[in-house]
């Protein structure tokens, strides 16, 4: 079993749906979590830290349940520049090691 | 100008043939750490180096070298490349306080070994 794990996709919406991610991990000790967003052959940019009590940036809003060890991204109102691959990661305590996930890709259809 | 500048970002080069990647920032920061991306295995930590004298291996280490050159400075060395070395590599970097603000990637080199 993958230390961090996705489901690939691609996830095919409409603009303006809503849409949610989830990425769960198995190591309970994991300290931080991250949402980046990568473009095709692009680099990976980080679209926003998760934190214990969620967390909003405009039209994305992460959360961490630590109890089912899943964190979540909800885009709401999506846009065509929307489309890319969600990575997630996790920390782990102590080593600080980053664990990226393969990735969730989403296709924003017009 | 890039934060964390990647060269060269296209090669390809020949089975045998030694190549070396560079990474240059200009973030300040003491991290800085090599991955290779492969389509559904996700980023691979390849070496990883926290400060000039300090050098680890990644998960994925065999057949690649690094060099910590200065603090701004992080190069990767295929010694004797092979076909399946064929990826999108990485560099990034961060400070020590990573684990609240992640890390800053290079664009990228795109590989390809024939």
């Known amino acids: 079993r993958k230390e961090v794990e996705q489901d690939p996709g691609p996830f095919n919406v409409p603009e303006g749906a809503t849409v949610a991610f989830n990425c769960t991990y198995s190591?309970?000790?994991?300290?931080?979590f991250f949402w980046y967003r990568q473009d095709c052959r692009k680099e990976p940019k980080l679209l926003m830290s998760?934190?214990?009590s969620g967390n909003e940036d405009g039209r994305f809003t992460a959360q961490l349940n630590r109890a089912s060890q899943y964190i979540s991204l909800l885009i709401r109102d999506s846009k065509l520049s929307d489309s890319a691959t969600y990575l997630c990661?996790?920390?782990?305590?102590?080593?600080?090691?980053?664990?990226f996930g393969t990735g969730t890709r989403l296709k924003v259809l017009a | 100008d890039a934060d964390v500048t990647q060269t060269p970002r296209n090669r390809i080069t020949k089975t045998g043939k030694r190549i070396m990647l560079e990474c240059s920032q200009t973030?300040?920061?003491?991290?800085m750490y090599w991955y290779r991306q492969d389509p559904g295995l996700g980023l691979r930590l390849i070496y990883y180096s926290f400060d000039v004298k300090d050098i680890n291996k990644g998960e994925i280490s065999d057949g690649y070298s690094v060099s910590r050159q200065a603090q701004a400075k992080f190069s990767l060395s295929l010694e004797s490349a092979i076909p399946n070395q064929t990826a999108l590599y990485f560099c990034a970097t961060s400070g020590a306080d990573s684990p609240n603000y992640g890390y800053t990637f290079g664009s990228g080199t795109r590989l390809t070994v024939v």
């Open positions: 190591n309970s000790a994991s300290q931080s």
């Open positions: 973030k300040g920061h003491d991290r």
């Open positions: 998760v934190y214990s």
């Open positions: 990661v996790v920390v782990h305590s102590g080593t600080y090691k980053y664990i």
